[in-house]
């Protein structure tokens, strides 16, 4: 793969777009979690996402990104990259301008931030080796083969489904997988009505308005070029988020009289999710209509979540990202066919919407069921919860031997 | 000697410091508490999710003082802390068996 010229401005972009994306881990969405939890549980998230980027890195090295993106098969890749044994410097990747190492790094702070965001679900009661061992198998065994499937030229590419930076392969996957790890865990001792409120919401803004500029990297970066495409994926994506959060403080504003700025920020988040499929055909008014969409929608799942079913996804990993990012997978084609996107899509719109439903409930099938088997694995390897005397302490000390918030020393 | 221990709404502390300082008393111990009384706790909402919040926030002022200066004080404090709302919080008086002041060795009321 030397024979395509590689491009000075596709590259200049990408690279930039790595960096915004791995600053939607490190720290951005370490803050974001680390402020809904518990002051005596700060860090224990903070450990958590850092170590999941680690242990992701160098496993997507070793294994995930030839299992990704190696070979075409229909289900999975094959070893012909492990290790990324046959990278060389000036190796381009097929269908782009960018040098493979470039393509390699991009997709590898996808691959970080995708097992990250399921840390939400867990947080405050579950064992340190647990999150390690069970992040690094389902990185292999439901986010690599997923993104095979959708943009390593496996069975849902073939079908034509369209995703632009990850709304089945990293929302959906993530979310899915989120509540069935919360559901196995089984809820926190206060679940649900001792529950303790975020200890620093203004950690959450900040979390959530670096998730928000990295966003432009993730999306904007999908479009893997420096041109056209990647400038409308940033318009859309930026104003579903602002429609989204204020379509969220309407919300909270008419149901509880105040609108919050957790609340606000939460919308944030689900509208990125909801436009992140969608940003590659969706226009400007498409983003604004998706965004509105998402925090209705996000909203009632939150609620749903927790009320209805009754799962302790303590940060709402489903119903943000889970629920956003299948919204804007399935809408997609709608947006087109009213005429408010300005993209195409690969077949008729409510062909394509088959298409998109298929990929969604067979990738939340795959997802849960392979999240089930990993998860009684590091059941029976490590086990899953803390003690409950160490689950009352708090994680940061339990777990970590550190402490928060020395005040009043 | 008495110990006069007021717990009061946080944001009343300046003006029961300055009106404590008008009378001339010339130390005081503040520290931020937890409890609750007739005004309980409230609630706070989360992503549509109500938290109990069964602590309230408080402040506690300590004032060690001679007997004789006792009634000026609580009458003061009661005065710059009260808001007539619901949760303004309580005075409470101990006697004082011993007092030092551990730079100089100095004892009761000189220790004050």
Same mark, same amino acid.
């Given at each position: 793969?030397?024979?395509?010229?590689?491009?000075?401005?596709?590259?200049?972009?990408?690279?930039?777009?790595?960096?915004?994306?791995?600053?939607?881990?490190?720290p951005?969405?370490a803050l974001f979690y680390g402020g809904l939890v518990q002051a005596k549980n700060i860090l224990?998230v903070l450990?958590?996402? =850092?170590?999941?980027?680690?242990?992701?890195?160098?496993?997507?090295?070793?294994?995930?990104?030839?299992?990704?993106?190696?070979?075409?098969?229909?289900?999975?890749?094959?070893?012909?990259?492990?290790?990324?044994?046959?990278?060389?410097?000036?190796?381009?990747?097929?269908?782009?301008? #960018?040098?493979?190492?470039?393509?390699?790094? @991009?997709?590898?702070?996808?691959?970080?931030?995708?097992?990250?965001?399921?840390?939400?679900?867990?947080?405050?009661?579950?064992?340190?080796?647990?999150?390690?061992?069970?992040?690094?198998?389902?990185?292999?065994?439901?986010?690599?083969?997923?993104?095979?499937?959708?943009?390593?030229?496996?069975?849902?590419?073939?079908?034509?489904?369209?995703?632009?930076?990850?709304?089945?392969?990293?929302?959906?996957?993530?979310?899915?997988?989120?509540?069935?790890?919360?559901?196995?865990?089984?809820?926190?001792?206060?679940?649900?009505?001792?529950?303790r409120p975020p200890h620093a919401p203004w950690m959450v803004m900040v979390g959530a308005? #670096?998730?928000?500029?990295?966003?432009?990297?993730?999306?904007?970066?999908?479009?893997?070029?420096?041109?056209?495409?990647?400038?409308?994926?940033?318009?859309?994506?930026?104003?579903?988020?602002?429609?989204?959060?204020?379509?969220?403080?309407?919300?909270?504003?008419?149901? =509880?009289?105040?609108?919050?700025l957790v609340?606000?920020v939460?919308?944030?988040?689900?509208?990125?999710?909801?436009?992140?499929?969608?940003?590659?055909?969706?226009?400007?008014?498409?983003?604004?209509?998706?965004?509105?969409?998402?925090?209705?929608?996000?909203?009632?799942?939150?609620?749903?979540?927790?009320?209805?079913?009754?799962?302790?996804?303590?940060l709402?990993?489903?119903?943000?990202?889970?629920?956003?990012?299948?919204?804007?997978?399935?809408?997609?084609? @709608?947006?087109?066919?009213?005429?408010?996107?300005?993209?195409?899509?690969?077949?008729?719109?409510?062909?394509?919407?088959?298409?998109?439903?298929?990929?969604?409930?067979?990738?939340? #099938?795959?997802?849960?069921?392979?999240?089930?088997?990993?998860?009684?694995?590091?059941?029976?390897?490590?086990?899953?919860?803390?003690?409950?005397?160490?689950?009352?302490?708090?994680?940061? @000390?339990?777990?970590?031997?550190?402490?928060g918030y020395?005040t009043?020393? | 000697?008495?110990?006069?221990?007021?717990?009061?709404?946080?944001?009343?502390?300046?003006?029961?410091?300055?009106?404590?300082?008008?009378?001339?008393?010339?130390?005081?111990?503040?520290?931020?508490?937890?409890?609750?009384?007739?005004?309980?706790?409230?609630?706070e909402?989360y992503?549509?999710?109500?938290?109990?919040?069964?602590?309230?926030?408080?402040?506690?002022?300590?004032?060690?003082?001679?007997?004789?200066?006792?009634?000026?004080?609580?009458?003061?404090?009661?005065?710059?802390?009260?808001?007539?709302?619901?949760?303004?919080?309580?005075?409470?008086?101990?006697?004082?068996?011993?007092?030092?002041?551990?730079?100089?060795?100095?004892?009761?009321?000189?220790?004050?």
């Amino acid at each position: 793969m030397i024979d395509a010229a590689i491009s000075a401005a596709d590259t200049a972009w990408i690279l930039t777009a790595t960096a915004l994306v791995l600053l939607m881990t490190l720290p951005a969405l370490a803050l974001f979690y680390g402020g809904l939890v518990q002051a005596k549980n700060i860090l224990s998230v903070l450990a958590q996402c =850092f170590a999941v980027a680690c242990v992701c890195s160098v496993l997507w090295f070793a294994f995930g990104y030839s299992l990704a993106f190696s070979g075409d098969g229909a289900w999975l890749g094959d070893a012909g990259a492990f290790l990324l044994q046959n990278l060389t410097r000036d190796g381009v990747h097929s269908g782009t301008q #960018l040098p493979e190492s470039v393509f390699v790094m @991009f997709q590898m702070t996808f691959a970080v931030i995708t097992p990250a965001l399921i840390v939400g679900a867990y947080v405050e009661r579950i064992r340190f080796a647990a999150v390690l061992l069970i992040s690094g198998l389902w990185m292999l065994i439901v986010y690599a083969p997923v993104v095979h499937w959708v943009w390593g030229g496996g069975w849902l590419a073939q079908m034509g489904v369209m995703d632009f930076a990850g709304g089945i392969v990293v929302h959906v996957t993530a979310g899915v997988s989120a509540l069935v790890i919360a559901w196995m865990l089984a809820p926190r001792q206060e679940f649900p009505h001792g529950i303790r409120p975020p200890h620093a919401p203004w950690m959450v803004m900040v979390g959530a308005s #670096l998730l928000w500029v990295g966003w432009f990297g993730f999306n904007g970066g999908s479009a893997l070029t420096a041109g056209g495409d990647a400038g409308m994926a940033i318009l859309a994506t930026h104003l579903a988020a602002a429609t989204a959060t204020i379509v969220w403080m309407a919300i909270e504003w008419i149901k =509880f009289g105040k609108p919050s700025l957790v609340g606000a920020v939460t919308g944030t988040i689900a509208g990125l999710a909801t436009i992140t499929p969608a940003a590659g055909v969706a226009g400007p008014l498409g983003a604004v209509v998706l965004g509105a969409a998402a925090s209705c929608l996000c909203y009632f799942a939150v609620w749903m979540v927790k009320k209805v079913i009754s799962v302790d996804d303590a940060l709402d990993v489903l119903g943000v990202h889970g629920v956003g990012g299948a919204l804007g997978t399935l809408a997609l084609p @709608f947006i087109v066919m009213i005429g408010i996107g300005g993209g195409k899509l690969n077949h008729a719109p409510l062909e394509q919407f088959g298409v998109q439903a298929i990929g969604v409930v067979a990738v939340a #099938l795959f997802s849960a069921l392979a999240t089930w088997i990993i998860t009684k694995l590091a059941d029976m390897l490590v086990g899953l919860r803390v003690d409950a005397e160490h689950e009352t302490q708090g994680l940061d @000390f339990a777990s970590h031997g550190e402490t928060g918030y020395h005040t009043n020393r | 000697m008495k110990l006069v221990t007021a717990i009061i709404q946080p944001h009343r502390l300046d003006t029961v410091r300055e009106a404590l300082t008008a009378l001339g008393i010339n130390g005081m111990t503040v520290t931020e508490v937890r409890g609750y009384g007739r005004q309980k706790g409230h609630t706070e909402i989360y992503r549509g999710a109500e938290y109990t919040i069964s602590f309230t926030p408080k402040l506690k002022v300590e004032v060690a003082l001679g007997d004789d200066r006792v009634d000026e004080v609580i009458g003061a404090i009661t005065q710059a802390a009260r808001t007539g709302k619901i949760g303004d919080g309580k005075i409470f008086v101990v006697d004082l068996a011993a007092a030092l002041r551990v730079r100089t060795g100095e004892t009761g009321d000189d220790a004050l």
